[in-house]
């Protein structure tokens, strides 16, 4: 039947039918697919940016994490230092203490000959 119609139209007369068909049918579909395009565009850029900012927070707490970590290790090095110099001043301090301590030996040993002698003295 539709092609009864067709033939019946002409071409003319069909072109002119199908242009108006199709500008009141289309208008309001195009309208409506270009706004449903252009909230899900928005929609999804609001999305990555939401995500980015999310991934961006990360990042810094990351970054904020990592310098901590810098400081803390910066701070046991300081202290393995520390600790090293007070190993190597405890170890001059005990060769010391040894020499010392051999010394007073050595003086020990001349006072009580020191008083040998003055005991000796006084008992002739």
Partial sequence: MLIGVILMLGTCH????LVLLSSNF???WC????ETCRRQFDLANREALDESA??????DEEVERSA?????LIEIKQKVEDAASINQQLVMLQKENMALVGRMEVLKRELEATKLKCRSKIDR
Avoid: S
């Fill in 14 to 17: 069909l072109a002119k039918a």
């Fill in 26 to 28: 289309l208008t309001p």
């Fill in 31 to 34: 309208f409506y697919t270009l």
């Fill in 54 to 59: 999310e991934w961006r927070m990360k990042y």
């Fill in 68 to 72: 901590k970590c810098d400081k803390q």
